[in-house]
C-alpha cells in the first residue's frame, strides 16, 4: 500500500471555524490531490498540487485553500466552515499524470455543525 | 466541462458476470479509469485504458471505445467481496492532463 496518512481521521467543528486537513506521503509522489465526496456527488476534485508550492484549483474550490511546502505534506484548510463543508475529504496521490493511477488516502470525516 | 454517466446501482449474484457502463463528453480525452471503493474505505485503482480494446486482470476486465465515448468495466466469477461501488473517471486535456474527473459510482450488490 502506498504510505499515505491523513489527519485527523474524523473532526466535528462549528460553523464559522478555521480547520486545517493534513495529508502525508512518504512515497515522494510529485502530485496531491483534495477531493470531497458526498453521497450522489461521487468523487470531486478540491485543488491539486504538481509541486511544491505548485498548485491549483479543483471543480468544487470556493471556501478552501491549500498549502504544499514540503513534497510529503499537502494541508488544506476551510478558512471558516460551513455546513455545506461537511464530507468525507480524501487525499490522493500519483507519481505523475501520465500513469493515472492514484493513491488514496484513508478518508478524513469531517462535520460542521 | 466534462461528464460521465453510469448506473447507480447494479445487482448480480455470486458466480456470475456482470458489466458496469460508462459513456462519457469530454475535451481531448486521454484516458478512462475505473476505481473500486467498499464502503467506508478508500478508493483503489483497478484499470486505466488510453487506447480502444480490452484490457484484463484477472477477473476484472476493462473496454474502451474512444469513438463511441463508452467503456465499461466486467466483472467475472463475481464473489461477495466484489460488493463496492465502482468509479470510472476521466483524464483529459482539462488542467494539462493532471487531474482526473470521477462519474457519481456504480453500487454493485452481489447476492448469494
Known amino acids: 500500500d502506498a504510505g499515505i496518512t491523513q489527519s485527523p481521521r474524523h473532526k466535528v467543528t462549528e460553523t464559522g471555524t478555521p480547520v486545517t486537513l493534513r495529508c502525508h506521503q512518504t512515497e515522494n509522489h510529485r502530485y496531491m490531490y483534495w477531493y470531497r465526496q458526498d453521497p450522489g456527488h461521487g468523487l470531486r476534485l478540491i485543488h491539486y498540487?504538481?509541486?511544491?508550492?505548485?498548485?491549483d484549483k479543483g471543480e468544487v474550490s470556493d471556501g478552501y485553500s491549500v498549502s504544499r511546502s514540503k513534497t510529503e505534506d499537502f494541508l488544506l484548510t476551510l478558512e471558516s466552515a460551513t455546513s455545506s463543508q461537511t464530507s468525507v475529504y480524501f487525499c490522493?496521490?500519483?507519481?505523475?499524470?501520465?500513469?493515472?493511477?492514484?493513491?488514496f488516502g484513508p478518508g478524513t470525516r469531517l462535520t460542521v455543525l | 466541462g466534462q461528464s460521465l454517466e453510469q448506473p447507480s446501482e447494479v445487482t448480480a449474484v455470486e458466480g456470475a458476470i456482470v458489466q458496469i457502463n460508462c459513456t462519457y463528453q469530454t475535451s481531448g480525452f486521454y484516458g478512462l479509469s475505473w476505481y473500486q471503493q467498499h464502503d467506508g474505505g478508500a478508493p483503489t485503482f483497478l484499470s486505466y485504458?488510453?487506447?480502444?480494446g480490452l484490457e484484463e486482470t484477472g477477473r476484472f476486465s476493462s473496454f474502451l471505445s474512444r469513438s463511441d465515448s463508452y467503456g465499461y468495466l466486467l466483472l467475472q466469477e463475481l464473489q461477495m467481496k466484489d460488493s463496492a461501488s465502482y468509479f470510472c473517471?476521466?483524464?483529459?486535456?482539462?488542467?494539462?492532463?493532471?487531474?482526473?474527473?470521477f462519474g457519481t459510482g456504480t453500487q454493485l450488490k452481489v447476492e448469494l
Open positions: 490522493a496521490i500519483s507519481r505523475d499524470s501520465g500513469t493515472d493511477t492514484q493513491y
Open positions: 498540487s504538481y509541486g511544491v508550492k505548485d498548485t
Open positions: 473517471a476521466v483524464r483529459d486535456r482539462t488542467g494539462g492532463g493532471n487531474k482526473l474527473t
Open positions: 485504458n488510453a487506447l480502444d
